[in-house]
């Protein structure tokens, strides 16, 4: 859970339609919180940019004697608070009144198989001129690998 003292929220219009690679167009809402990474997110947005981009040499901002030709990810970034997908509104649960419009169901391969989870966040990142990110982050749910026969759910 985030502490609101140190989010500064502003309600002006920062919509962002984004293409993606895999001819997705979506948008970002309106409604928007910069604010601080904390110390989990920016390490794993570090580590999965650095895969993605490895050609950025993103580097942590506190690590101590970089390389000269690497840049730092910076610390502050921007959470929408939804995104709309195919007319389809979904909410970033962290800034979300409540959950139900944060589950999704996303398709991993094309095979379609798929995986459930819940929108947490979703992220914008101004990394100076030459590099902006957009990420969603999420919470993927497990298949329950027990039988269920034998207790209260199995008459559901």
């Known amino acids: 859970m985030r502490t609101v003292s140190h989010l500064a929220t502003c309600k002006c219009c920062y919509h962002l339609l984004i293409y993606h690679p895999d001819g997705i167009t979506f948008s970002l809402g309106a409604r928007y919180e910069e604010q601080t990474l904390d110390s989990n997110l920016y390490g794993m947005l570090l ?19 970089p390389a000269p030709d690497t840049t730092p990810l910076l610390n502050k970034a921007i959470f929408f608070d939804y995104a709309v997908v195919h007319q389809h ?8 009144r409540n959950s139900t419009g944060s589950l999704v169901e996303v398709i991993v391969s094309e095979l379609g198989d798929t995986w459930v989870g819940e929108l ?19 919470h993927w749910f497990c298949p329950l690998g027990m039988d269920l026969s034998d207790t209260i759910w199995s008459a559901l």
Not at 89 to 96: E, K, L, Q, V
């Open 47 to 65: 580590r999965h940019l650095s895969m993605l981009f490895p050609q950025i040499c993103l580097r942590s901002l506190i690590e101590q004697n």
């Open 89 to 96: 509104r979904y909410y970033a649960s962290n800034h979300a």
């Open 120 to 138: 947490t966040d979703l992220i914008h990142i101004n990394q100076g001129p030459d590099h902006t990110f957009t990420l969603r982050h999420f």
